[in-house]
């Protein structure tokens, strides 16, 4: 368990829907991550906050996709319309501010998306 | 970011040594040399970086020649629950983490 956790760990859900996945990073973490990773392939890079302020984007990360980090702890992303190819594990990773040569970034468990 | 290349899959034996070898040729002078090691349903953990030469931790060691082209990851003795992929990834001032497909390592007894 790195400190890192995220809700739901799985998600079933119909093409068309809504969904909200939630990340709660390590307190003193000042840098958050949203990755996401298909099957046999290592993690894509989405998006990255450091506190509430988000600094980058892949272009991966599609205007349906949407991502938060109000008061700078936890995040949520927000997947509207969900199509079939969303189906994916979506992980979550948070860094300290003091990290600033390192790449170690701690990771959550992840939330296993299903788009039916 | 810089692309590597890592085998895809390594058998080994328990007790025995592995070295997982990536290259990298055209690492950038600030790049770092990272590597992760990630379990079924479970997101990747970090386990060594390196700039040049030799880093040794708890649990791995990391060989970078002095051309920093390749890089070798050298596990001693695993075991059964060393089975994993592993990722080698090489950063710099970039934030984000850029992943391959890694060397999935599977430990038979």
């Known amino acids: 368990d790195t400190g890192v956790s995220q809700d739901p760990r799985h998600k079933i859900t119909k093409r068309g829907q809504n969904v909200t996945f939630r990340c709660d990073p390590i307190s003193e973490h000042n840098r958050l991550y949203w990755y996401r990773q298909t099957l046999g392939q290592g993690p894509e890079f989405l998006t990255y906050f450091q506190n509430e302020a988000q600094l980058e984007k892949s272009r991966l990360l599609s205007d349906r996709f949407s991502a938060e980090r109000p008061k700078g702890s936890f995040s949520t992303l927000e997947i509207q319309r969900t199509e079939q190819g969303d189906s994916a594990m979506y992980l979550c990773?948070?860094?300290?501010?003091?990290?600033?040569?390192?790449?170690?970034?701690?990771f959550g468990p992840g939330t296993r998306l299903t788009v039916l | 970011l810089a692309k590597t290349t890592q085998p895809i899959s390594m058998d080994s034996y328990e007790g025995q040594e592995v070295n997982i070898t990536c290259s990298h040729n055209?690492?950038?002078?600030?790049?770092?040399i990272t590597w992760y090691q990630q379990f079924p349903s479970q997101g990747p953990r970090f386990i060594i970086q390196?700039?040049?030469t030799k880093v040794t931790n708890e649990v791995a060691s990391l060989f970078i020649p002095a051309d920093r082209k390749s890089s070798t990851l050298s596990l001693p003795r695993v075991s059964l629950s060393d089975t994993a992929v592993y990722y080698c990834?090489?950063?710099?001032?970039?934030?984000?983490?850029?992943f391959g497909s890694g060397t999935q390592l599977t430990v038979l007894p």
């Open positions: 990773a948070s860094t300290p501010t003091a990290n600033t040569e390192g790449h170690e970034q701690f």
């Open positions: 390196g700039y040049k």
């Open positions: 990834l090489v950063a710099g001032s970039a934030r984000q983490l850029t």
């Open positions: 055209n690492i950038a002078t600030n790049d770092y």
